[in-house]
C-alpha cells in the first residue's frame, strides 16, 4: 500500500540510519586488518590487508578481557539469584505497595551509572575507614557494583514472561500430584527459562560492557577491558587495540547466535531487554 | 499461598534496598560536607558545595551544555531511529528479524570501541574529511574531538540502538489495518502519515524521547573521549572531580544534582505517561 516515493524516501533514511550505526564497527574491524608498517598509521580501508596486529595484543588486554568475562559471568549468576525471586515474587503476590517495591528493584536502571560509580566508591571507602577493609580495586567490590546494575536487566524480563504465565501449568502440574517444589523445577522455571536467558543475555552484555562504574573500581593491574581501551584511548594507541576491539565485537555477535538458538531472536525482543530500561 | 510468594520476595528486596539506600545514602551525605581538598572533608553539615555549584558560572555553564547536547541528540536519535523501527515494524518477511539483530548486537559493543571507529572515520585522512576536501566543502581537516557536535554524535550512538528497540515496540502498537482504513477512504500516504502514524505514535515519542534525553544526560563514556576534556559535561565533571582533583564531596554533590534532575525527568514522564493513558492515547 505504500508508493514508490514513499519506499525510496524510507529506504534512503534507513540506509543512512544504519550506517551511521554500524559504521563505527565495521571500520574498527576493517582497520585492525592494518598491514602497513608504521604502528601509528590507522588506516581505513586498511593497505595491504594482514593479521598481523592479531598476534601483536598486548597480554595486558588479555587479562583486562578474561577479568570482564569473569566479572560480567559471576555477576549475571547473582543477579539471577536476586532476580528470579523477586520477580515470583513480585508477579505472584497481592499488596499495595507494588509499584514502590518495583522502583527499589529498577532504581539501578534510572541512576546514572557514573552516580552509581562515584556512590560505590565512597561506600567503600566508608567500609574501609569502620572495618579495614578495602573493597575498591577487588573482585567482591566490582562484583557488587556490577551485580546493582544487572539485576534490573533480568528483573525485568523475568516480570514480563511472568505477566504472561499461563497459571493452568500449574495446577496440572499439582493436580497431577507433583508436589510445590517439584512443580517450581519441572514446570515454573522451565516456563519462565526463555525470560532469563535474554535477561540473563542483556545483564551480562552491559556488565561487560560498562564503564562508568568500572572506572571507579579498577586498580593498578586490576582494570576490565573497557576500562583499558578508554585508557588507551586517552593516550596513544596503536592497531593491536583494533585487533582485540575486533575479536569483541565477533564475542557480541557470537553471543547473539547462541540466544538466537537457544530461546530465538524473537523471545529475545519480544521479552524486552530494551523496555526493561 | 500467597504468602509463599512474598516470602520469595523479602531477601531479594533487602539486598537490593541495602545496595540501592547504602550506596546513595553514603554520596548524598557526603555531598553535605565542605571539601577540603586531597580527600579530606569538614565535620560539619553545610550546603556550600551547592552554593557553589549553583553560583559558579563554570558549573552553571557545564549544566547548560549537558542539557543542551543530551536535548540535540535526544531529537536526532529519534529522527535516525523512527524510519528504521518503522520499516521493521511494517516487514513482513524474516528479514526483519536480522534488521533487528543488527540492532541488538550493536547496543551489545561497548561504547568505547565505537568510539575508536568515529575517531578513525572522522580524523584527519578519514573518509569524512577527505571527501568533505574533495568536495572543496572545507579548506582543513575537521575535528570531532573536543566540539559539542562530536559529543553529540558519541551520545547519539550510545543511545541509538536502544531508540530502535524502543520506537519498535511503539509502532506495533498501531495496527497497519488504520492505515489501509485511512486510504481507502482516501487519504494519501502523506496524509495517512500526517493524521494516523504521526499522531498515535507521538505520546510513545515523547515518552522515548525524555528517557533517550535522560540516558544522554546520564552518558559519561561517550561524552568523555569525544569530549577531550574541552567539552565538559556533568557526568565528565564528576569523574574528574574525584580522579584528578581528588575533592569527593564536591563531585559528589554534583553527582547529586545530575540525580536530582534525572529523577525529575523520570517523574515527569512518568506521569506524562498516565496522563496520556488516561486520554486513551496509549495503547501499552
Known amino acids: 500500500m505504500q508508493t514508490w516515493t514513499e519506499k525510496i524516501i524510507l529506504f534512503i533514511w534507513c540506509g543512512f540510519s544504519y550506517v551511521f550505526l554500524l559504521s563505527p564497527m565495521v571500520v574498527v574491524m576493517g582497520a585492525s586488518l592494518h598491514g602497513g608498517e608504521f604502528s601509528a598509521a590507522i588506516k581505513f580501508p586498511p593497505d595491504e590487508p594482514s593479521f598481523q596486529w592479531y598476534s601483536k595484543i598486548p597480554s595486558e588486554q588479555f587479562e583486562a578481557l578474561a577479568l570482564s568475562l569473569l566479572v560480567a559471568a559471576v555477576a549475571t549468576f547473582i543477579a539471577a539469584l536476586i532476580a528470579i525471586p523477586a520477580a515470583l515474587g513480585l508477579v505472584r503476590s497481592n499488596f499495595k505497595a507494588k509499584f514502590a517495591i518495583t522502583s527499589v528493584f529498577r532504581a539501578p536502571l534510572q541512576i546514572p551509572a557514573i552516580v552509581s560509580g562515584i556512590a560505590f566508591l565512597q561506600l567503600y571507602y566508608l567500609i574501609f575507614d569502620t572495618s579495614g577493609l578495602m573493597l575498591a580495586g577487588t573482585i567482591p567490590g566490582m562484583l557488587l557494583g556490577h551485580v546493582f546494575i544487572a539485576t534490573p536487566f533480568l528483573f525485568g524480563t523475568i516480570v514480563a514472561v511472568l505477566q504472561r504465565f499461563d497459571y493452568r501449568l500449574e495446577e496440572a502440574s499439582y493436580s497431577l500430584g507433583a508436589g510445590r517444589w517439584r512443580t517450581l523445577y519441572r514446570v515454573t522455571l522451565p516456563t519462565i527459562m526463555p525470560g532469563i536467558y535474554s535477561g540473563g543475555l542483556y545483564a551480562f552484555m552491559v556488565s561487560f560492557a560498562d564503564v562508568p562504574m568500572s572506572i571507579f573500581l579498577t586498580a593498578p593491574g586490576f582494570v576490565t577491558y573497557p576500562v583499558e581501551l578508554f585508557y588507551a584511548m586517552e593516550n596513544d594507541f596503536d592497531p593491536s587495540i583494533l585487533a582485540s576491539s575486533s575479536i569483541v565485537i565477533v564475542f557480541c555477535l557470537a553471543m547473539l547466535l547462541v540466544v538466537q538458538k537457544v530461546v530465538g531472536l524473537e523471545t529475545l525482543l519480544r521479552s524486552g531487554g530494551g523496555s526493561a530500561r | ?284
Open chain 2, 1 to 284: 499461598m500467597e504468602n509463599r510468594w512474598f516470602a520469595y520476595l523479602i531477601p531479594p528486596f533487602i539486598v537490593t534496598l541495602l545496595l540501592v539506600a547504602g550506596s546513595q545514602f553514603v554520596f548524598i551525605q557526603n555531598s553535605f560536607y565542605q571539601d577540603l581538598g586531597l580527600g579530606r572533608t569538614g565535620t560539619d553539615l553545610t550546603l556550600v558545595n551547592y552554593i557553589k555549584f549553583f553560583t559558579d558560572s563554570f558549573y552553571l555553564k557545564t549544566f547548560w551544555i549537558t542539557i543542551k547536547v543530551s536535548a540535540i541528540a535526544a531529537l536526532l536519535t529519534l529522527f535516525l531511529g523512527f524510519p528504521i523501527a518503522y520499516v521493521v515494524a511494517r516487514m513482513k518477511s524474516r528479514l526483519a528479524m536480522f534488521l533487528l539483530a543488527g540492532i541488538v548486537v550493536s547496543t551489545f559493543v561497548t561504547i568505547v570501541i565505537k568510539v575508536f571507529g568515529l575517531i578513525i572515520i572522522f580524523s584527519a585522512d578519514g573518509v569524512i574529511n577527505k571527501t568533505l576536501l574533495n568536495l572543496g566543502l572545507i579548506e582543513r581537516a575537521y575535528s570531532i574531538i573536543g566540539t559539542q557536535e562530536g559529543v553529540v554524535i558519541g551520545l547519539m550512538h550510545f543511545t541509538i540502538g536502544f531508540s530502535v528497540l524502543l520506537l519498535y515496540s511503539v509502532v506495533v502498537t498501531v495496527p497497519p489495518s488504520l492505515e489501509y482504513a485511512a486510504q481507502i477512504h482516501g487519504a494519501s500516504r502523506l496524509r495517512v502519515y500526517q493524521r494516523v502514524i504521526i499522531p498515535l505514535c507521538a505520546p510513545g515519542f515523547v515518552v522515548g524521547g525524555l528517557m533517550i534525553f535522560n540516558m544522554c544526560m546520564g552518558a559519561f563514556t561517550s561524552a568523555a573521549l569525544l569530549g577531550g576534556g574541552r567539552v565538559l559535561t556533568l557526568p565528565v565533571l564528576v569523574q574528574r572531580t574525584v580522579m584528578m582533583e581528588v575533592k569527593y564531596s564536591t563531585a559528589a554533590s554534583i553527582a547529586f544534582v545530575l540525580l536530582v534532575s534525572v529523577i525529575l525527568i523520570n517523574l515527569f514522564s512518568l506521569i506524562a505517561i498516565r496522563r496520556l493513558r488516561s486520554a486513551r492515547l496509549v495503547v501499552a
